[in-house]
């Protein structure tokens, strides 16, 4: 880890510095896979957030229990004070991001890694965040308008619209730090069980209790996982169960349609207290379980034991 602050593009050399975001409590998770490549260097990690530096020749990592992954622009450490007042705040914060930040760096490490080979001006789209009592000082629209008529005088490879961007820039202002990145991978709205909690569930099977560490109890080929209420398929579907025999059954046969497209997986209509099963078959069970209106606590009393018996 780094003790400096603030972090942006190399000088030189052929590393490029990332981060990736990531959900509350995926941390060991997300670390476990950035430290299966060798290459890889953990520069800094707060919460929501692990930054990193690779070689370009490796930089297309994308780790499958994080959120997004952005080549960065700029991280340091917040420098507005609290009681600031708003118009002094915006004027700081735009001499901040655009004075000594190496802007043209970062783009041209985003167009490396997008294989983006054209010189021409690209669109971009800044996506301003703000937490915390900086709330109170900035609104993330009035934000994103100010510093994007900023930008486009000190950025020249940009050019800033408010709809149809090919690149989104990320600015987070919270009360311990200013962040600004550019997107590599975006985000998606998912229904149901997300991936990047499938993928981490399907890790926890390759944990080693003794250590607690990651990838120390590798899944043997043929070992059958079954996840009695799979829903849209995001568990078979997990990148660490590629190996594995993968069996998902759900009661529902729209979610089952969304399923299908899971990689060498059997689904099966079925309800999950009357598995079409022998009980020797499955190795292991990983099951994101019902909550809220559908299953009271009771409910699941008497749900979870009918689905282990059976």
Not at 240 to 250: A, E, N, P
Not at 290 to 306: E, N, Q, R, V
């Amino acid at each position: 880890m780094t003790d400096h602050d603030t972090l942006t593009q190399p000088q030189e050399g052929d590393f490029v510095s990332l981060y990736c975001t990531l959900g509350r409590g995926m941390d060991p998770f997300v670390k476990a896979e950035l430290s299966q490549v060798e290459q890889i260097k953990i520069l800094k990690a707060i919460e929501g957030k692990i930054f990193f530096e690779t070689p370009t020749s490796s930089a297309n990592i994308r780790p499958t229990t994080a959120e997004r992954v952005l080549v960065l622009v700029y991280h340091n450490k917040q420098q507005i004070e609290p009681d600031t007042p708003a118009p002094l705040a915006f004027t700081q914060l735009q001499k901040m991001l655009t004075n000594g930040v190496p802007w043209e760096r970062s783009v041209k490490y985003w167009r490396l890694l997008k294989d983006e080979e054209s010189e021409e001006k690209f669109s971009a789209r800044l996506n301003v965040k703000v937490s915390g009592s900086k709330r109170k000082i900035f609104k993330p629209e009035r934000l994103a308008g100010s510093l994007s008529k900023c930008l486009r005088l000190s950025v020249q490879s940009l050019e800033f619209v408010a709809r149809g961007a090919q690149v989104s820039i990320d600015v987070h202002v919270s009360d311990a730090f200013v962040t600004v990145g550019m997107a590599l991978t975006s985000g998606t709205l998912q229904l149901g069980l997300r991936s990047t909690t499938a993928s981490a569930m399907a890790m926890c099977l390759t944990l080693s209790h003794d250590n607690l560490r990651f990838f120390e109890r590798p899944l043997s080929t043929g070992e059958v996982i079954l996840d009695p209420m799979c829903g849209k398929g995001s568990i078979p579907k997990a990148k660490y169960l590629l190996r594995t025999v993968k069996i998902g059954i759900d009661n529902d046969p729209a979610q089952l349609a969304v399923a299908k497209d899971s990689d060498n997986a059997l689904l099966l209509l079925a309800d999950a207290t009357k598995l079409p099963l022998r009980r020797d078959l499955v190795d292991h069970i990983l099951c994101d379980l019902p909550f809220g209106l559908k299953y009271s606590k009771d409910g699941l009393k008497t749900l979870i034991p009918s689905v282990m018996i059976n």
